[in-house]
């Protein structure tokens, strides 16, 4: 049996685990009686309530369930060989498979405030932007000098510097330069599984003090973060994204990144936690 092979199985057995653990989760937490179902939405009630007087500002939280998929992609180089097809610039491949590149003549002209005017126009120019057409503007990832363009999967953007294009912008309105990953060959393994609601997401980080008191919810999102990458693939799964900032303490003002796996609720953080940076509020994300 090839390593392939092998890698595959332990991919589909380790799928088949977490889906199984998540459907056992569903009947201990939902699966109840009508009077448990109510007391869980009066024990949510009462935490929401909780939170606000906790000085954590945010608004009504929505309690609606989603759906998302796993998403599987390739782990290879097939990026590089594309690379001599893009013209006047400088490219850098780097050895995590992304790659940044460095434009011959500046673009100039970009508005600060609506940068997808004229960014559009060049991501889905091919000879500028490798597979720029699978690519969207992104306002909540970008800032006054980084302009964010997330790839898009069936069912939603991947929230990854693995599927990322970043354009570094000048004061004054121009680009000089970009980073860019690229996720090949991405397809559901599965059919759509049910998601926990952004409600639920807050609260669970709320119950787990990731969230600080005096403190304000600045904006949510359901994407696609990598779950956990093999030799030859990655797999990425719907998460919450939570983006705060504290009015005090040693971080005040930093925009800083939760995350929260919204098949099971768990926090996701270690080395794929999603990286907070202070200043205009750009949020960076590692993984």
């Known amino acids: ?48 309530k909780e939170m606000r007087a906790d000085d954590i500002k945010f608004s009504t939280p929505s309690k609606k369930s989603g759906e998302g998929y796993y998403i599987s992609t390739s782990n290879n180089d097939s990026v590089k060989s594309s690379l001599t097809s893009l013209t006047d610039q400088t490219v850098r491949y780097q050895s995590d498979g992304t790659f940044t590149s460095t434009f011959k003549a500046a673009i100039n002209g970009v508005d600060t405030k609506h940068p997808d005017q004229v960014l559009d126009e060049v991501v889905h120019n091919g000879s500028l932007i ?61 059919e759509k599984t049910d998601t926990i609601s952004e409600r639920k997401a807050l609260i669970w980080l709320y119950q787990y003090n990731q969230i600080a ?15 956990f990458n093999l ?42 936690s999603v990286k907070s940076v202070s200043g205009t509020g750009t949020a960076t994300t590692s993984e």
């Open 231 to 272: 030799k030859n693939s990655s797999v990425y799964i719907p998460t919450w994204i939570i983006a705060y900032k504290a009015d005090s303490g040693n971080n005040a003002g930093v925009l800083q990144l939760k995350r929260v796996n919204a098949f099971t609720g768990a926090i996701l953080n270690s080395d794929s």
């Open 130 to 190: 490798l597979n720029g057409d699978q690519y969207k503007y992104n306002a909540q990832l970008s800032s006054h000098n980084t302009i964010v363009y997330t790839q898009r999967v069936t069912g939603g953007q991947i929230y990854s510097k693995f599927g990322e294009i970043r354009f570094s912008l000048t004061n004054t309105g121009s680009v000089t330069g970009y980073s860019q990953g690229y996720l090949p060959g991405a397809k559901t393994l599965r």
């Open 1 to 48: 049996m090839d390593f392939r092979r092998i890698e595959w199985l332990f991919l589909v057995a380790f799928i088949a685990i977490d889906i199984f653990l998540f459907a056992a989760f569903q009947r201990d937490t939902t699966g109840q009686t009508e009077t448990a179902s109510s007391r869980s939405v009066d024990s949510d009630t009462t935490i929401v």
């Open 213 to 227: 008191n005096n403190s304000k919810i600045v904006w949510t999102k359901l994407a696609y973060t990598r779950y």
